[in-house]
């Protein structure tokens, strides 16, 4: 089995690093990602400068082999497609672990779940692993050993064409794993105001992310509940019901 591993956090994060050990027990791993942290870089591409792809020598005494990438998330998958398995492209994309959640609408803007995007448009199947913490130095184990014997099932079983899986572990032990829907939510409290030395406002994001509908079952939910959920993705954003509904409703004229 060859997985292509990325992530967005950088190719120095402890959570990548944990998951190439763990998964280059049972796959050939090649790690490919960014150069420095690019979180929240969703589906972004370089498209106007030239990307590098380095080799990290450190990776000759590892079970795995590294490569930083200049670029985001994304380019990190799609150059790795066209460049080291340009002959033979691998059996699973991998990205994470991310250094905190991406449950809800942080997929949207999650360049963890973008990279795996990424993959599903080239119709191989993808997992995005995160964990609900942002430390520079988290307990990566239960989401290893779940991947670990996981991501043999995801190739065993395959995935439909253009659709990838989320996975969100809770912070603490989770009480088990639950299959959930994408939640809708929104943010609030996006940004704290503060100012430079020389009194210029500036604006620091932060925020957090809540259920305006109060749906029960989602991935959101669950993960409050103490849960790490599993959600199918797709590529296809339209709304087929409502498509199906204003072509009849809506007749259009020129």
Sequence with gaps: MKILLTNDDGVHAQGIRELAETLAQIATVTVVAPTEPRSGA??????????????????AQLPYQIYSCSGTPVDCVKLALNTLFASELPDLVVSGINHGRNDGICAIYSGTVGAAIEAAIARIPAVAFSLADHSDKCDFSEVCAFAKHFIPQVVEHGLPHTTMLNVNFPKAPSKGVKWAPQGTGRFVNEYMRAETPHGTPVYWMQGDQVDPDQRTGTDHY???EGYATISPLQIDMTDHPFLEQVAQQWPLHL
């Design 222 to 224: 669950w993960l409050i």
């Design 42 to 59: 969703s589906s972004q591409i370089t498209s106007r400068t030239p990307l590098r792809l380095t080799f990290m020598e450190e990776s």
